[in-house]
């Protein structure tokens, strides 16, 4: 990581977290963050129909407005999903609503969607999909997704949904329905199978024309409900899923003042547990589904954990607001470690060894 970045991200540690978060954006957009070069030939991806670079994105919540999607793939990440973003823009939850539970190397926030709706994310997606992807100093070009979501007052699911994939199904390269946010009430009860299924369907018919769809799932789904869930998504004839978003449960030893919170808990004691649901969600796909797998990763150990135990790709965000931009660099050197440690030449060799 360059000084800057290092300087940067000391700041960072000390600000409210919200306020960090702002400053990160703001850096981005003003191009810090050194360049990522070429990434190694083993990491890469091909899935949905799509080729990413390596495998580590940056999950959705931390570029809710489409407005650092260039700068995160030039510090170099595999794809960058941006949103989650509502059809009207909201202010979300009142602050304090973003803990860092530093002892616990964990975060826990409640932000409720706040987000400058789709009309703004939309207009900043065209640009970026017109703009030339080198050559502008932007960076390179990377699958990029949204992630969409439902206001809080006066959603309607089977509506909204397909509206929204209606707005972005030109500028992105994947769309993820975000059906997990413990913030949003009501939000979980639409990974209910019919309901699921109907808000797929209604998508399919809508939209037949639209690019890979995924549908982001929560941790807290119990071992017997996962199973009607992932054959709605598979017969409302979506791609893939997401495993997981954050987990409304407080895993036994968590160590920081802010703990009792309410909302959701991301970062390393998620890790078992999402680690679980994509072990089970792996079983029930059997192949079926492209599995992005996301919380608690850390290490490269982590990532090639995650891939043999089914995933396709994985995403990261809280162990990123810990370490800063560097992260990336680090866990696609630990990841090539990782794989030849274990007798590995390519991520394509280690899916589903576990
Ligand atoms: C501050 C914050 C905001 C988030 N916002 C969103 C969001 O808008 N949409 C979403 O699908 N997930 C959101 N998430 C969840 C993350 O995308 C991710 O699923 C979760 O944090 C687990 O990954 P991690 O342990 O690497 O942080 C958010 C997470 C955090 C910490």
């Known amino acids: 990581m360059d000084i800057v970045s290092k300087m940067l991200m000391k700041l960072v540690r000390r600000l409210d977290p919200e306020d960090a978060h702002r400053l990160a954006l ?4 003003l191009g810090l963050g050194s360049g990522a070069g070429q990434d190694d030939p083993a ?4 899935t949905m129909g799509l080729r990413f670079p390596n495998p580590i994105g940056i999950a959705a919540g931390f570029d809710k407005n489409a407005q650092v999607i260039r700068p995160l793939a030039r510090i170099g990440f595999g794809f960058v999903e941006a949103g989650t973003v509502t059809p009207l823009a909201q202010e979300g939850n009142p602050r304090p609503r973003l803990f860092r539970l530093t002892e616990d190397r964990a975060i826990i926030n409640r932000m409720g969607f706040n987000n400058q709706g789709i009309d703004r994310f939309t207009v900043r997606m065209a640009r970026l999909h017109r703009l030339p992807a080198k050559g502008n100093g932007t960076g390179a070009r990377v699958p990029v997704g949204a992630n969409l979501g439902i206001n809080k007052n006066g959603a309607d699911p089977e509506r909204d949904y397909p509206r929204l994939v ?3 199904k030109h500028y992105v390269d994947y769309i993820v329905l975000n059906l997990s946010s413990p913030n949003t009430p009501g939000l979980r009860d639409l990974q209910q199978a019919d309901r699921l299924k109907a808000i797929l369907e209604a998508i399919g018919e809508a939209h037949p024309d ?8 929560a941790p807290d789904l119990a071992r017997d409900d996962l199973e009607p ?3 709605a998504v598979i017969a409302g004839g979506a791609q893939g899923v997401t495993v997981t978003n954050t987990t409304i449960s407080r895993p036994d030893g968590l160590r920081s003042p802010h703990a009792a919170e309410a909302g959701g808990l991301s970062g390393r004691p998620l890790r078992p547990l999402a680690t679980a649901v994509l072990r089970d969600v792996a079983q029930i796909a059997a192949g ?3 599995l992005v797998a996301c919380g608690g990763i850390e290490t490269g150990a982590d ?9 396709d790709l994985v995403q990261i965000y809280s162990a990123f607001a810990y ?9 696609k050197r630990e990841t090539v470690r990782a794989l030849n440690a274990e007798g590995f030449e390519t991520l394509a060799d280690a899916k589903g060894s576990a």
Do not use: H
Request: net charge positive.
């Open 303 to 311: 990532i090639v954990d995650r891939v043999r135990a089914g995933a």
């Open 229 to 231: 869930v992932i054959e």
């Open 166 to 168: 209606g707005r972005v």
């Open 288 to 290: 079926r589904l492209t």
């Open 323 to 331: 370490e800063g931009p560097g992260i990336v660099r680090r866990l």
């Open 26 to 29: 703001n850096a981005l957009m």
């Open 43 to 46: 990491l890469s991806v091909r």
């Open 210 to 217: 639209r690019p890979p769809l995924l549908v982001k799932l």
